[in-house]
Structures are given as C-alpha cells and as structure tokens.
C-alpha cells in the first residue's frame, strides 16, 4: 500500500482513536474525582445527615468528566454539561452543609 492509501484508509475509518482514548481518561478522571468527594463526604457527613453529600458526589465526579472531554475534544456539549454539574454540585455542596 502507498502512503496515500494508508491515510484515505485511516480516514474512512468510523472510529476515532484520539476520541476513544480521550473518553477512556475521562473515565479514570471521573473516578478518582468521586473517591475524592465521597472520602470528603464521609468525614463530614453526621447522624441522620440528607443524601445531598450523594448527589454532590455524583455530580462533581460527572462534571470532571464533562469538562476534561470538553478541555481534549472541543465539543461545547461537554462544557455546557460541565458548568451545569458544576453548578448542581454546588447547590448539593451548600444543601449538605445546610443540613437539608
């Protein structure tokens, strides 16, 4: 095959490697983000505390996620998706404190 060849094939191909890897990271960053949060929960959370430390979890590990793919991918779904987890993470954050 002429080099020519090679690179019509690799472009003809559906999958996009860079955005398979990309996607791959995120994930570990999503993770290592919620055992943050919840060790963080954890140690705070009292008797007969809301669930909202969960949500705020969730939301934070999820937003990481979001915007690490936005920061690699460009793609604005990501960073909309991250400013709105963000923002949910901290409505949950303040709940939490608030004792609700």
Same mark, same amino acid.
């Given at each position: 095959?002429?080099?020519?060849?090679?690179?019509?094939?690799?472009?003809?191909?559906?999958?996009?490697?860079m955005e398979n890897a990309v996607r791959d990271r995120s994930a570990v960053w999503m993770a290592l983000a919620? +055992?943050?949060?919840?060790? /963080?929960? $954890? #140690?705070?959370?009292?008797?007969?505390?809301?669930?909202?430390?969960? +949500?705020?979890?969730?939301? /934070?590990? $999820? #937003?990481?996620?979001?915007?690490?793919?936005?920061?690699?991918l460009k793609q604005i779904w990501y960073l909309i998706m991250g400013i709105v987890l963000a923002g949910a993470t901290v409505f949950a954050t303040v709940r939490f404190f608030m004792g609700h």
């Open positions: 095959m002429k080099k020519e060849e090679i690179l019509e094939k690799a472009r003809s191909e559906k999958k996009d490697e919620m +055992v943050v949060a919840a060790g /963080f929960f $954890v #140690a705070m959370r009292g008797e007969d505390e809301p669930v909202m430390d969960l +949500v705020a979890t969730v939301c /934070f590990s $999820v #937003a990481v996620c979001c915007i690490y793919r936005f920061i690699r």
